[in-house]
């Protein structure tokens, strides 16, 4: 059975992507998610019995949405206002969460105000336990960094605004 902590990451990551419906099995354990206007619902169920001491008693958890979730969305909106001028924009080129550094010690690959190249490290993509280098495809200086590390990212998300050289 999954840990609380680990079905509420599930949860966050759910509530955040574009997936309306959810199912995993593991170990015995089946856990569904289904989201509806606004909300996400988790039921835990164990499927097979277990040893008394093992039992965790079926779970539901609803969330409402987050205001973490509304900050997100002027973020959204601050790349959208940018689009019209000639600044470039570093997109994710996949689902995953975001890292600006190689370890939680490391200093980030770029700052604000960082100079890069086109073959420069900017961030870490991870998905599915592979740490992806997003490269910033272009020559110039980060604008803005757009998303938070730790943050869950969608394909295509932008996540650098860079002033092209």
């Not at 206002?81 to 010690?105: A, C, N, R, W």
């Amino acid at each position: 059975m999954l840990k609380v902590q680990e079905i509420r990451e599930l949860i966050k990551l759910v509530d955040q992507s574009n997936i309306d419906e959810f199912v995993y099995e593991n170990d015995g354990s089946k856990i569904k998610m289904k989201k509806r206007s606004g909300e996400t619902v988790a039921i835990a169920q164990p499927v097979k019995q277990v040893a008394v001491e093992e039992v965790v008693a079926p779970q539901v958890v609803k969330t409402e949405e987050k205001p973490e979730v509304k900050v997100e969305a002027p973020v959204k909106e601050a790349a959208e206002e940018v689009e019209d001028s000639e600044l470039h924009k570093i997109t994710s080129p996949m689902v995953g969460t975001f890292y600006q550094s190689s370890s939680p010690d490391a200093d980030p690959y770029v700052k604000q105000g960082s100079k890069v190249s086109k073959d420069s490290v900017v961030c870490i993509i991870e998905a599915m336990k592979l740490f992806n280098e997003i490269e910033a495809e272009v020559n110039g200086e980060i604008v803005e960094i757009l998303v938070k590390d730790g943050q869950l990212v969608e394909y295509g998300q932008p996540l650098f605004i860079v002033r092209p050289e």
